[in-house]
């Protein structure tokens, strides 16, 4: 009521600050359209002001609020724009701290369209400007995007290092904190870390880790650090092959989405979700969520597209409808090549190997495992390269090849064992 009263008032310096005040009780409700609503509003009043270095600091930090709300709709173009217009803003008055924030951001943009490298540059340089500056929160959101970076592109163990070493400097009071993120950093970069070990198949301290991100998220209430962790944790259990404890907490993310406005989760959170279901063997169950969460509008708004893509395609070879399976693999791979994303890809290529398996077509099928094999290798991503030597294996059995077959397995197996991924062993 008092933005409102002030607005029509034109009284600038109290609507620019009631505004502010009502868009980030808003966000810190989850009502993230309401919250857009009130920062613009904000924005109109704040440029009715004097072009003090003040008021133009204030501003940019606006600009920054601006942007959490849209990251949770999907309306990643948006919130760009509005972050574009801090750059010069904070070029004006000689601000690193910002403008090490709105690289950060900018970097973060890349990400979402899927341009890994130049988001790794851009975040490198707005790292080195915030330790200039010596601004602490800014280090650690600048820290958790770059391991997310380095993730997208394969490169776990840099990944790890980075969200290993955010996880060390968030502790007590700062781990509860979000250091102008979204999401907090606290939660996301020990789910993340929890995400890129279970790549690499170093389950061991994947449930203490994940449950110390589970706290911070769930004692905090952020709705969309809640739908990372629940994800995040989630799928790491998937690659363990444990079903039981992942379902829930997809099940939670889910819910989360749906009755929320976070619509930038929403397809990966369905494709883990699928994912689950193909791995409890209820491929109906998992092809109803996939095809919710790989719709063209949900698909345009997701930060990891070519996820729920993957397990759609394998969703389909279980229930035995090979083109549909053909035809959206080569959807994901196509996806995952264009943004660099050689982990998703990794993966990709082992489906389409089990579809040309299906098929029946032996020589495409071990061409595409072969592949997959090499770039799985090439990340040390141990449970996909089981799984190419299992798919390998089962491959050659059925042409009577023994020989070949013993030896695929008998590399499947000793991965599967020396992990723990005991599923694989029964299945």
């Given at each position: 009521?008092?933005?409102?009263?002030?607005?029509?008032?034109?009284?600038?310096?109290?609507?620019?600050?009631?505004?502010?005040?009502?868009?980030?009780?808003?966000?810190?409700?989850?009502?993230?359209?309401?919250?857009?609503?009130?920062?613009?509003?904000?924005?109109?009043?704040?440029?009715?002001?004097?072009?003090?270095?003040?008021?133009?600091?204030r501003?940019?930090?606006?600009?920054?609020?601006?942007?959490s709300?849209?990251?949770?709709?999907?309306?990643?173009?948006?919130?760009?724009?509005?972050?574009?217009?801090?750059?010069?803003?904070?070029?004006?008055?000689?601000?690193?701290?910002?403008?090490?924030?709105?690289?950060?951001?900018?970097?973060?943009?890349?990400?979402?369209?899927?341009?890994?490298?130049?988001?790794?540059?851009?975040?490198?340089?707005?790292?080195?400007?915030?330790?200039?500056?010596?601004?602490?929160?800014?280090?650690?959101?600048?820290?958790?995007?770059?391991?997310?970076?380095?993730?997208?592109?394969?490169?776990?163990?840099?990944?790890?290092?980075?969200h290993?070493?955010?996880?060390?400097?968030?502790?007590?009071?700062n781990?509860?904190?979000?250091?102008?993120?979204?999401?907090?950093?606290?939660?996301?970069?020990?789910?993340?870390?929890?995400?890129?070990?279970?790549?690499?198949g170093?389950?061991?301290?994947?449930?203490?880790?994940?449950?110390?991100?589970?706290?911070?998220?769930?004692?905090?209430?952020?709705?969309?650090?809640?739908?990372?962790?629940?994800?995040?944790?989630?799928?790491?259990?998937?690659?363990?092959?444990?079903?039981?404890?992942?379902?829930?907490?997809?099940?939670?993310?889910?819910e989360?989405?749906?009755?929320?406005?976070?619509?930038?989760?929403?397809?990966?959170t369905?494709?883990?979700?699928?994912?689950?279901?193909?791995?409890?063997?209820?491929?109906?169950?998992?092809?109803?969520?996939?095809?919710?969460?790989?719709?063209?509008?949900?698909?345009?708004?997701?930060?990891?597209?070519?996820?729920?893509?993957?397990?759609?395609?394998?969703?389909?070879?279980?229930?035995?409808e090979?083109?549909?399976?053909?035809?959206?693999?080569?959807?994901?791979?196509?996806?995952?090549?264009?943004?660099?994303?050689?982990?998703?890809?990794?993966?990709?290529?082992?489906?389409?190997?089990?579809?040309?398996?299906?098929?029946?077509?032996?020589?495409?099928t071990?061409?595409?495992?072969?592949?997959?094999?090499?770039?799985?290798?090439?990340?040390?991503?141990?449970?996909?390269?089981?799984?190419?030597?299992?798919?390998?294996?089962?491959?050659?059995?059925?042409?009577?090849?023994?020989?070949?077959?013993?030896?695929?397995?008998?590399?499947?197996?000793?991965?599967?064992?020396?992990?723990?991924?005991?599923?694989?062993?029964?299945?």
């Amino acid at each position: 009521m008092l933005a409102y009263h002030f607005l029509q008032g034109e009284d600038w310096q109290r609507a620019y600050r009631y505004c502010q005040e009502a868009g980030l009780k808003a966000y810190s409700h989850s009502a993230y359209d309401q919250a857009q609503r009130y920062f613009e509003e904000a924005l109109i009043a704040i440029k009715k002001l004097p072009r003090q270095k003040a008021w133009i600091a204030r501003e940019i930090d606006l600009r920054f609020h601006m942007r959490s709300p849209l990251v949770a709709l999907g309306r990643h173009e948006e919130w760009g724009e509005w972050i574009q217009g801090a750059e010069p803003l904070a070029r004006e008055i000689n601000d690193d701290a910002r403008l090490s924030n709105v690289l950060n951001y900018l970097s973060s943009l890349h990400w979402i369209l899927g341009q890994h490298r130049n988001a790794i540059e851009l975040g490198e340089k707005a790292l080195n400007l915030a330790e200039r500056a010596e601004h602490f929160s800014h280090q650690i959101a600048i820290m958790s995007h770059l391991g997310i970076f380095f993730f997208n592109i394969g490169d776990y163990p840099k990944q790890i290092e980075i969200h290993q070493k955010v996880r060390e400097q968030l502790i007590g009071e700062n781990a509860f904190k979000q250091h102008g993120l979204a999401s907090l950093p606290g939660a996301l970069s020990r789910s993340m870390l929890v995400l890129g070990m279970a790549e690499l198949g170093n389950f061991n301290k994947i449930e203490e880790i994940g449950y110390e991100a589970l706290e911070i998220a769930e004692q905090v209430r952020n709705t969309l650090t809640l739908i990372f962790v629940y994800n995040f944790l989630a799928m790491a259990y998937l690659r363990l092959g444990k079903v039981e404890p992942a379902l829930p907490l997809l099940e939670k993310g889910y819910e989360l989405c749906r009755f929320s406005e976070v619509q930038s989760m929403y397809s990966y959170t369905l494709g883990s979700l699928g994912y689950a279901y193909l791995l409890a063997k209820d491929p109906r169950r998992a092809l109803a969520v996939l095809e919710e969460g790989t719709t063209d509008e949900n698909l345009q708004a997701s930060l990891w597209p070519s996820h729920p893509l993957t397990v759609l395609a394998e969703a389909y070879r279980a229930a035995g409808e090979i083109s549909l399976a053909t035809e959206t693999a080569s959807r994901a791979l196509k996806l995952s090549d264009k943004r660099e994303e050689r982990g998703f890809e990794a993966w990709a290529m082992l489906v389409m190997a089990g579809i040309n398996d299906a098929a029946d077509q032996f020589e495409e099928t071990r061409q595409w495992y072969h592949s997959a094999l090499q770039q799985a290798s090439n990340l040390s991503m141990r449970p996909l390269v089981a799984h190419c030597h299992k798919g390998l294996a089962n491959s050659y059995l059925r042409l009577g090849n023994k020989k070949e077959a013993q030896l695929e397995n008998e590399m499947a197996l000793e991965i599967y064992r020396s992990s723990g991924m005991t599923y694989w062993l029964q299945s």
